[in-house]
């Protein structure tokens, strides 16, 4: 028998409405999870890399304990909130080389390919500060991918089994909660890679290639599972709009989403495409043409407002669309009414949520705002 939220998601996905409207989080940052525990807590952000880097720099046994942590720490929080779908937490498992000081790490072969990676004490950030390939120039990287096609396997079998991390959580967990899946398809937001897609197009396409076989059958291997949403996407906009033109979108990354898209429609999968940013100018050829499940990271400050959207697109579920720094400095009535204003535009076909994860800062009673005028929502046709 179906669990109320598995009922109440595939009634979102299916167009009709809900008992209530369903919650869920990407991803949660670990210090507002804390302040909203009382304890704590290892559920996400960038700020999870960093708490997991610390324990992989401790041995095996430590890092095996910390990973057991993040787990019952993002399933307490799941509970806590009643989420319908569980969104395994966003990992950095890459094990340093070496730790420079207290903050700082190197990961890879400081002879060959590295990088490395500093924490933020006040920000909780940990991103990437120095690395031995910059990408700064569009023929290097055409250089790298010819070398990358050179080196494939012609007839390498495709990589079908999940990570030990969701393949628990769907045994464990699947039954009572919407696990969601995992897959993704971006090109690097680097100046060299995005100056590659105007210089050789083709050989970009090429690139996606070679992945997206063991991707389609990464989708067989998650249906086997029992998994029925998967949480996909991959960034690829500013503000502004995309970070390439929508003739390089329509001509060679459209035709790939399409092909991600009919085969989860083939195997009964939902499929979430995320990004943030203005996509208005690829938006019919996204939504339209390609045509995916859902639309999560719908970021209102951008544009993507839920009533335009809706408007447009009337069979694509909604997610989110409380934009995080909205999230950061609003009052807890504010949230209530941008959140009820969002389910109005888009329901029943719509998720409640952030636009794209609780940040570091965010005010606990924000976040209860959030999830209470969602679950109050009165639903009905």
């Known amino acids: ?23 869920c989080e990407q991803a949660f940052a670990s210090s507002v999870a804390g302040a909203i525990m009382g304890r704590p807590m290892h559920t996400g952000s960038t700020e999870l890399h960093y708490e997991e ?32 779908i569980y969104f395994p937490p966003w990992r950095m498992d890459a094990r340093p080389s070496r730790q420079i000081d207290e903050y700082t790490f190197l990961y890879g072969n400081p002879d060959e390919v590295w990088h490395i990676r500093q924490f933020d004490p006040v920000s909780r950030t940990f991103g990437v500060v120095k690395a031995s390939h910059t990408w700064e120039s569009g023929e290097e990287v055409c250089d790298h991918i010819r070398r990358a096609l050179q080196a494939a396997a012609p007839a390498a079998a495709p990589a079908t089994e999940l990570s030990p991390f969701l393949e628990r959580a769907q045994r464990e967990l699947g039954n009572e909660f919407v696990v969601a899946g995992v897959s993704g398809l971006s090109i690097p937001m680097q100046a060299g890679w995005l100056e590659a897609t105007v210089l050789e197009p083709e050989l970009i ?29 991959g960034d690829f906009a500013f503000n ?27 195997l009964g999968l939902f499929y ?7 996509l208005w100018p690829v938006a019919e050829a996204l939504f339209e043409w390609a045509k995916p499940h859902a639309y999560y990271e719908c970021d209102y400050d951008a544009g993507m407002r839920f009533d335009e959207l809706r408007a447009r697109f009337p069979e694509l579920v909604l997610m989110g669309n409380v934009s995080c720094d909205f999230m950061l400095r609003a009052t807890p009535q504010q949230i209530r009414d941008r ?31 959030l999830y209470d005028a969602a679950k109050s929502y009165r639903t009905s046709p």
């Open 240 to 266: 502004s709009g995309p970070i390439y033109s929508p003739a390089f979108f329509k001509k060679i990354m459209a035709p790939r989403w399409k092909r991600i898209f009919d085969a989860c429609r083939q």
């Open 205 to 233: 396409g090429a690139w996606l290639d070679l992945g997206l076989e063991s991707l389609l059958a990464g989708f067989e291997a998650q249906k086997q599972a029992g998994i029925m949403v998967v949480n996909g996407g």
């Open 53 to 84: 880097t610390l324990a992989w720099t401790k041995g095996e046994a430590a890092h095996a304990d910390f990973v057991e942590q993040i787990y019952q720490d993002s399933v307490a929080l799941q509970r806590y909130f009643d989420f319908d």
């Open 1 to 23: 028998m179906q669990s109320a939220h598995h009922r109440r998601v595939h009634a979102v996905f299916s167009g009709q409405w809900p008992d209530r409207i369903p919650i």
């Open 339 to 369: 959140t009820t204003t969002c389910i109005q535009a888009a329901a029943p076909r719509v998720v409640a949520a952030t636009a794209n994860s609780v940040m570091h800062g965010t005010p606990p009673e924000n976040v209860l705002a």
């Open 272 to 278: 979430i495409m995320r990004s943030d940013g203005n």
